[in-house]
């Protein structure tokens, strides 16, 4: 190494001011956004984003209740963790100038391979609900699905969005009239498929739920008072819109595990489900499947799909992943019904690695009521706008200008999945 006194000496720098023609592109300001809410959504680039997000603007009750699993939560765990750890592999030079996201579900346009999935309670999560979510669905142009626990009528529902593509789920309740009842008025609502959720026989161990003590609607104790304090928006939003109850059934003093124990038939069998497909003429939809035997089995009792799902890992703790069982119950009865998959989605990228192991459509819940907690409908909007651009990007870096292009060559999932 040579000595640094004989090392040759460099020219001195020439120092100047700039002059302003030269600093003038350089100060860009921002229109000051005096919107909140706008600020807040800007901000959010990813669905974990609006996560964090919903998670300082809700109280702790309600955001658990959407956040959380059962037990140890072991099974939304490994559902995430096997889409952060598959592998995609990307074909180069194809022309992805143009990117078609559009395709069909249950023999219906959709303008992506998504639909929001059913979820409970959701004007708990923000006070404007069901029907801002459908809204949402409606402008995109996905399906929308209307839980039989929702907080907002089928009626309502349908009048919020009447060109939205609408499902409606169905928990089969001990009192059978009281389910169909419900199943006449969503087909004369014009809800287009009934989708039977058949893995809640029995309520799962949602531990966040029972720490917190979370009742429909929340019950004012000090605690809750307490957190009046530090979430006064969404408490007052409460308190001064229509009374937080259930649209398809009576008001329930208790939490939703009493609910769902005292209401919810854990007596259904696959008789129960040929009666539903003789007595529903739109398409049948079995949400929960867990195994490729039961999978077989309501395909051959007529089913339009299944939904391959452990119920966003809220019923039994360490159940079959859906992305990992997804490409088996695929290759069973993918040539006889439309095949769907959720849990554990949380970006559009997880939607094309569902939709390269062989899905028609992937359902999502949890991102969607994020950006619901986060900014109302504002926000359902920004979550659909995240997804949508990422599915969009994930497919032009895989070389894939049609989501029917996709295949199991784009994906390669762990050996070791967890």
Known sequence: MPELSKLPERPAIRRQLPRWSELRPLLRTRR??????????????????????????????????????????VSLRRARSLFRRLQFNP??????????????????????????????????????????????????????????????????????????????????????????????????????????????PVAGARLRDVRNGMTIPPTLTPKTLIDMATHPAWWFNLLTTKPLTFASLSDWPGTVAELINTMFDPTVTFEDLAWMRESWPGSLVVKGIQNVDDARKVVDLGVDGVVVSNHGGRQLDRAPVPLELLPQVVDAVGDRAEVLVDTGIMSGADIVACLALGAKAALVGRAYLYGLMAGGERGVQRAADILGTEIRRTMQLLGVADVSELNRSHVTLPAVPF
Not at 34 to 58: G, S
Not at 118 to 143: N, Y
Not at 160 to 185: M, N, S
């Open 91 to 200: 074909s180069i030079l194809r022309d992805v100038s143009k990117v078609e996201t559009a395709t069909t579900i249950l023999g219906r346009p959709s303008a992506y391979p998504f639909a929001f999935a059913p979820t409970g309670f959701t004007r708990m999560m923000q006070h404007e609900g069901e029907s801002a979510v459908a809204r949402v669905a409606e402008r995109v142009g996905i399906p929308y699905g209307l839980s039989t626990v929702g907080t907002t009528s089928i009626e309502d529902v349908a009048a919020a969005a009447p060109a939205a593509d609408k499902w409606f789920q169905l928990y089969i309740w001990t009192d059978r009239a009281a389910g169909k009842d419900l199943v006449d008025r969503a087909r004369e609502a014009g809800y287009t498929a009934l989708v039977l959720t058949v893995d809640v």
């Open 32 to 73: 000051i956004e005096l919107d909140a809410t706008e600020r807040r959504l800007r901000r959010a680039l990813t669905i974990a984003d609006l996560r964090e997000a919903a998670r300082r603007r809700t109280p702790r009750a309600a955001f658990d209740y959407t956040d959380g699993a059962a037990e140890g939560e």
